[in-house]
Each structure stands twice: as structure tokens, then as C-alpha cells.
């Protein structure tokens, strides 16, 4: 997967209730079976409601 920031398309902020301009966090995500791709998703979250955590291990 990967992650980026990114400003939502007008049907974006519609469905998410924010303004155009608001920031958002885009995560894009392909799942592989096999030698096959079982789906593609680019997953939209607004800036103000999205936390992203790790840790690290030695």
C-alpha cells in the first residue's frame, strides 16, 4: 500500500461532508492472490480525522 496526501475531487468532499480544499490522506491498496490482482481500492480519509501511528522494533 501506499499513502499520500492529497486534495479531495469534488465528489469526494461531497460524500466526505468537507470542504473541496480540505486535505486529506489518500491510501492506495492492491490485494494479490496468487498470481492474480483480487481488487484495487484508493481509499479517501480527511486530514482532521485520520491519526497514523507506528513503532518501531529493534
Known amino acids: 500500500y ?3 496526501a ?3 475531487t ?3 468532499a461531497r460524500q466526505l461532508g468537507i470542504k473541496r480544499g480540505e486535505p486529506c490522506l489518500a491510501m ?3 490485494t494479490v492472490s496468487g ?3 483480487a481488487s484495487v ?3 479517501i ?3 482532521t480525522r485520520y491519526s497514523f501511528a507506528g513503532q518501531f522494533q529493534a
Open 2 to 4: 501506499s499513502i499520500e
Open 6 to 8: 492529497c486534495l479531495p
Open 10 to 12: 469534488a465528489q469526494e
Open 28 to 30: 492506495m491498496r492492491r
Open 35 to 37: 498470481a492474480h490482482v
Open 41 to 43: 481500492a484508493r481509499l
Open 45 to 47: 480519509y480527511p486530514g
